[in-house]
């Protein structure tokens, strides 16, 4: 057999190999699925008499963006469509910034919270990356109308991780859906602290970091080394965080590499 046909067979087995991957329902996969951990027996199998699990992410912080061209001046940093995130309020968005080579600087997750007469976006990121994010947003704002502000002290990032619903008891105003992966849990912001009552079970962040890593889901600096990996080996389109129709910062090369994919 010639080496032409020899990468002809090789491009259509990933092709093949694409499509099925692409194709993976995550729904039902999670539903077929009992994950327990180690000490506190958390799964996801069905049934609302557990209790749900909740743990404050101290490793992230919180920056907030208002003004009139906020979706405008995103939409160029980001891998994501902002304009899509803007449509509805409250939602939730993950995505990456990149640098100019293409490859992953910070993995964030991005908050609507606006309100008829104002336009706000909340960005969860990485404690370790939240000030060379602020200076990268002040150095591309230029006269654009965006406000930047850290608002890590005010609010604090929580995660309830053992069921895809939070009780309307324990439902702050500021409360997400995992936008990553379906049943994943729930990401919400509160100014006050959480305590433990008979229906949510307060433990340490490790804990989230032991359920994040049987989901295989990266997360933050230690996982996202910043400018070493891809995106497109990071997940990013399988844990919906990405968009490749859009010229932005630092997504040509990954523009590239989707082009090659069937």
């Given at each position: ?54 743990s404050q992410l101290q490793s992230r912080s919180l920056i907030e963006l ?23 309020s409250p939602s939730t968005q993950y995505s990456m910034i990149l640098n ?52 890590s002290d005010g609010y604090k990032v929580w995660c309830q991780f053992n ?100």
């Open positions: 057999m010639s080496n032409y046909k020899v990468c002809l067979c090789l491009r259509a087995l990933s092709r093949i190999c694409f499509k099925s991957i692409r194709s993976y329902k995550w729904t039902s996969a999670c539903k077929k699925t009992t994950v327990h951990l180690n000490q506190n027996n958390v799964h996801t199998s069905s049934g609302n008499d557990r209790p749900h699990t909740l208002s003004g009139k061209d906020t979706i405008d001046f995103l939409q160029g940093l980001v891998t994501n469509d902002v304009n899509q995130l803007a449509e509805k100019v080579q293409g490859r992953v600087l910070y993995d964030l997750f991005l908050y609507n919270s606006s309100s008829e007469n104002k336009t706000t976006i909340l960005i969860d990121i990485d404690k370790a990356g939240k000030d060379e994010v602020l200076k990268l947003f002040k150095r591309y704002r230029l006269r654009k109308k965006v406000d930047v502000i850290d608002i069921s895809s619903a939070i009780p309307d008891t324990l439902k702050p105003p500021l409360t997400f859906h995992d936008p990553r992966v379906p049943l994943f849990g729930c990401r919400f912001l509160s100014d006050k602290s959480v305590n433990e009552t008979a229906n949510a079970n307060v433990v340490d962040e490790e804990e989230y970091t032991t359920w994040r890593y049987r989901w295989g889901i990266p997360e933050g600096v230690t996982d996202l080394p910043p400018g070493n990996c891809l995106p497109l080996e990071s997940n990013l389109a399988l844990m919906n965080g990405g968009i490749f129709y859009y010229h932005i910062l630092g997504l040509d090369l990954s523009c590239a590499m989707a082009s090659t994919l069937p």
